[in-house]
Structure formats: structure tokens, C-alpha cells
């Protein structure tokens, strides 16, 4: 069974730039979240989807970061512009149901801005 | 919000040595997961706790979630170098969502 996939696995851009990362979740699961961890802290939760619903996006500056799940698959997670802050490795997880289950990690994506 | 507070922040042990590890909370957790994350990868679930009291084995390493549920621990006996990683806790704080602890960071010394 093929796990979490993301892509791209390293991106370097100017800030003011924007960028774009791609997660395709374990086969089924119907939970999808993207994470934030910054060096030598835990994964923070940016927003959670059950299915194609944000159901949990408290945690998403949304003057800059978007993020969409269309038909419930694959997500896409969006930062315009990008800021020096927003270095950090940006992870995606998927569950089979819901956020008590276990979850799956992807690679991540190691995002620096420049 | 909630915090999940973990302690220490870094350990080095010695190859056979024991470590643990602790999670606390001032509120109390549903339930608490625990994650190894080694270094350059991404974390990987290693098991999930319940009920208050339970205990848990996986080989060298024991779970126990809390009698008040507000507090967890993972303790590593002999530590090998392949348990080189950080773990973190996770739990619902009341958001319907895990928040991660900030992880302890174990160095195991051949």
C-alpha cells in the first residue's frame, strides 16, 4: 500500500514569491490534514479536511495561506506571498475517518525562504 | 490554546541505558498518541492510549497514560542506537484536532 505522497520534497524561493505544495493521501481516508513544523518544535495543525470540508482551520493565516481538497482526494496548499517566517517543513497526514485515528505521515515538503 | 508541555527537551544516553519521557496537561486528554520521528523523516505513529491507567508494551518500550488522564510517559529500557529520534505526544486538547507536544530528543551513544 502506498503511503502519503507529497511533492515538491524541497522548494527554495524568494519571499514575496508564492508556492505551491501537492499531497495525495493514503488510498480511502477521508481525513486529510497539513501540518507546519518548524525546527526543533512539534507538527502544528494548519487545517484538517473530513472529505472535501475544511472542518478545521482555526490555525491557517488566511490573508496568505489557501488550501483546497477538491473531490476529497489529493490537496493542494498555497502561500501568496511567501514571508521569511513561513520557512519550516510543511506536512501532510491522512487518517481513515476521523482525527482520533492514527495518522499517516507523508515526507513533507522543506520549504526556505529567501 | 492548550499546551501539551513535554519533558525533557533532549537526552543523552549511553547504548543501554534507560529513557523516558513525559507529556502533561493541565485538562484532561481523551485520549494521547505517540509519534518517533528520526532525524530528516517524518513522524510514524507508535501507539494510541485510552483509558486512564492503561499500560501499554512494544518490545523495550512502555506506554502509561495517567490515572486522571492529564499526564502520559514512554519509557525506553536499554536504549540501542536505532532509537536515535525525537518522539512527541499528541492529544486532543478540546479542539477536536491532536496538538503535539514539542518532543523529546533522544541521542543514544554507542
Known amino acids: 500500500e502506498a503511503g502519503v505522497v507529497q511533492s515538491p520534497r524541497y522548494k527554495i524561493i524568494e519571499k514575496k514569491q508564492p508556492v505551491a505544495f501537492w499531497c495525495n493521501p493514503i488510498?480511502?481516508?477521508?481525513?486529510l490534514y497539513w501540518y507546519r513544523q518548524n525546527l526543533g518544535q512539534g507538527p502544528e495543525l494548519l487545517i484538517r479536511?473530513?472529505?472535501?470540508?475544511?472542518?478545521?482551520d482555526s490555525q491557517l493565516p488566511k490573508d496568505r495561506f489557501s488550501a483546497e481538497r477538491l473531490k476529497g482526494v489529493d490537496s493542494t496548499l498555497k502561500i501568496q506571498p511567501a514571508e521569511l517566517g513561513d520557512s519550516a517543513v510543511y506536512l501532510c497526514?491522512?487518517?481513515?475517518?476521523?482525527?482520533?485515528?492514527?495518522?499517516?505521515f507523508g515526507p513533507g515538503t522543506r520549504l526556505t525562504v529567501l | 490554546g492548550q499546551q501539551v508541555m513535554q519533558i525533557p527537551q533532549y537526552q543523552h544516553v549511553q547504548e543501554g541505558e534507560d529513557f523516558t519521557t513525559y507529556c502533561n496537561s493541565s485538562?484532561?486528554?481523551?485520549?494521547i498518541q505517540w509519534y518517533k520521528q528520526r532525524p530528516g523523516g517524518h513522524p510514524v505513529f507508535l501507539i494510541q492510549l485510552v483509558k486512564s491507567g492503561e499500560v501499554k508494551k512494544q518490545k523495550r518500550l512502555t506506554f502509561q497514560f495517567g490515572e486522571a488522564k492529564k499526564n502520559s510517559s514512554l519509557h525506553i529500557t536499554a536504549t540501542q542506537t536505532t532509537d536515535v529520534g525525537t518522539y512527541f505526544c499528541a492529544a486532543d486538547t478540546g479542539r477536536r484536532a491532536l496538538t503535539f507536544g514539542s518532543g523529546t530528543r533522544l541521542q543514544v551513544q554507542p
Open positions: 479536511y473530513e472529505n472535501e470540508e475544511a472542518v478545521d
Open positions: 497526514a491522512s487518517s481513515s475517518v476521523t482525527f482520533t485515528d492514527t495518522q499517516y
Open positions: 485538562t484532561t486528554l481523551s485520549n
Open positions: 488510498s480511502g481516508h477521508n481525513t
